[in-house]
Protein backbone atom coordinates (compact mmCIF):
# COMPACT_ATOMS: atom_id res chain seq x y z
CA UNK A 1 0.00 0.00 0.00
CA UNK A 2 1.32 3.54 -0.88
CA UNK A 3 2.02 5.27 1.97
CA UNK A 4 3.72 8.49 3.61
CA UNK A 5 5.24 8.49 6.72
CA UNK A 6 6.69 11.26 9.00
CA UNK A 7 8.84 11.44 11.30
CA UNK A 8 11.00 13.18 13.47
CA UNK A 9 8.37 15.15 15.99
CA UNK A 10 8.87 15.80 19.43
CA UNK A 11 9.17 18.08 22.82
CA UNK A 12 11.75 20.68 22.34
CA UNK A 13 12.27 23.92 24.44
CA UNK A 14 11.61 27.32 22.62
CA UNK A 15 14.91 27.94 20.36
CA UNK A 16 15.26 24.84 19.60
CA UNK A 17 15.53 22.74 16.45
CA UNK A 18 13.96 19.47 15.06
CA UNK A 19 14.27 18.09 11.53
CA UNK A 20 10.92 16.48 10.41
CA UNK A 21 11.34 13.50 7.88
CA UNK A 22 8.76 12.09 4.76
CA UNK A 23 9.54 9.32 3.64
CA UNK A 24 7.44 7.95 0.68
CA UNK A 25 6.47 3.67 0.70
CA UNK A 26 5.82 1.80 -2.50
CA UNK A 27 5.79 4.73 -4.78
CA UNK A 28 8.59 7.17 -5.57
CA UNK A 29 8.46 10.97 -5.09
CA UNK A 30 9.95 11.99 -8.12
CA UNK A 31 6.61 12.65 -9.88
CA UNK A 32 5.02 14.16 -6.86
CA UNK A 33 5.14 17.55 -5.33
CA UNK A 34 5.61 17.40 -1.72
CA UNK A 35 3.49 19.86 1.17
CA UNK A 36 3.66 20.51 4.49
CA UNK A 37 0.87 20.94 7.01
CA UNK A 38 0.35 21.45 10.49
CA UNK A 39 -2.96 21.62 12.69
CA UNK A 40 -2.49 22.86 16.52
CA UNK A 41 -5.29 22.08 18.56
CA UNK A 42 -8.51 24.05 18.25
CA UNK A 43 -7.76 25.33 15.04
CA UNK A 44 -7.77 24.60 11.46
CA UNK A 45 -4.84 23.03 9.30
CA UNK A 46 -2.11 25.43 7.59
CA UNK A 47 -0.05 24.60 4.94
CA UNK A 48 3.16 25.73 5.56
CA UNK A 49 5.68 25.04 3.49
CA UNK A 50 6.05 23.28 -0.78
CA UNK A 51 8.55 21.70 -2.28
CA UNK A 52 8.01 20.90 -6.37
CA UNK A 53 9.07 17.88 -8.34
CA UNK A 54 10.27 19.56 -11.53
CA UNK A 55 12.92 22.39 -9.97
CA UNK A 56 12.60 22.20 -6.12
CA UNK A 57 11.35 25.91 -6.06
CA UNK A 58 9.72 26.38 -2.50
CA UNK A 59 7.10 28.30 -0.55
CA UNK A 60 6.50 29.03 3.01
CA UNK A 61 4.02 30.54 4.82
CA UNK A 62 5.11 33.85 6.36
CA UNK A 63 4.48 32.08 10.10
CA UNK A 64 7.49 30.21 9.39
CA UNK A 65 9.47 31.90 6.84
CA UNK A 66 13.34 32.42 7.30
CA UNK A 67 13.40 29.53 10.12
CA UNK A 68 12.05 26.76 8.29
CA UNK A 69 13.71 24.85 5.25
CA UNK A 70 12.15 22.20 2.74
CA UNK A 71 14.43 19.83 0.72
CA UNK A 72 14.03 16.81 -0.86
CA UNK A 73 16.59 13.66 -1.71
CA UNK A 74 15.11 11.70 -4.60
CA UNK A 75 17.63 9.31 -4.19
CA UNK A 76 16.32 8.44 -0.53
CA UNK A 77 12.58 9.23 -1.30
CA UNK A 78 12.22 11.24 1.34
CA UNK A 79 11.23 14.92 1.97
CA UNK A 80 12.77 17.14 5.06
CA UNK A 81 11.38 20.02 6.91
CA UNK A 82 14.32 21.71 8.77
CA UNK A 83 12.47 23.70 11.62
CA UNK A 84 14.87 26.40 13.58
CA UNK A 85 14.09 28.66 15.94
CA UNK A 86 10.80 27.03 17.44
CA UNK A 87 8.38 28.99 19.18
CA UNK A 88 5.32 27.93 21.31
CA UNK A 89 3.34 28.82 18.68
CA UNK A 90 4.90 26.22 16.20
CA UNK A 91 3.36 23.31 18.74
CA UNK A 92 0.90 20.92 16.65
CA UNK A 93 0.44 17.93 14.46
CA UNK A 94 2.47 17.88 11.37
CA UNK A 95 1.24 16.60 8.04
CA UNK A 96 3.13 15.96 4.80
CA UNK A 97 1.23 15.34 2.07
CA UNK A 98 1.53 14.72 -1.74
CA UNK A 99 -0.18 15.92 -5.16
CA UNK A 100 1.11 14.32 -8.62
CA UNK A 101 2.00 16.15 -11.57
CA UNK A 102 4.62 17.92 -12.83
CA UNK A 103 4.97 21.42 -11.02
CA UNK A 104 7.54 24.50 -11.35
CA UNK A 105 5.75 25.93 -8.48
CA UNK A 106 3.16 25.39 -5.94
CA UNK A 107 1.43 26.43 -2.44
CA UNK A 108 0.41 24.19 0.01
CA UNK A 109 -3.36 24.02 -0.58
CA UNK A 110 -4.97 21.29 1.07
CA UNK A 111 -7.60 19.88 -1.54
CA UNK A 112 -5.26 20.12 -3.81
CA UNK A 113 -3.05 16.95 -2.11
CA UNK A 114 -4.46 13.50 -2.55
CA UNK A 115 -1.72 11.60 -0.35
CA UNK A 116 -1.26 12.25 3.21
CA UNK A 117 0.45 10.64 5.80
CA UNK A 118 -0.25 9.94 9.55
CA UNK A 119 1.15 12.97 11.06
CA UNK A 120 3.55 13.30 13.96
CA UNK A 121 3.11 15.70 17.01
CA UNK A 122 5.62 18.52 17.87
CA UNK A 123 5.22 20.22 20.90
CA UNK A 124 7.62 23.37 22.08
CA UNK A 125 7.77 23.62 25.36
CA UNK A 126 9.99 25.01 28.13
Known amino acids: QVQLVESGGGLVQPGGSLRLSCAAS????????IGWFRQAPGKEREGISC????????YYADSVWGRFTISRDNAKNTVFLQMNSLKPEDTGVYYC???????????????????WGQGTQVTVSS
Open 97 to 115: AAKRGTFSSCVPNSPDFEL
Open 51 to 58: ITNYNANT
Open 26 to 33: RFTLDYYA
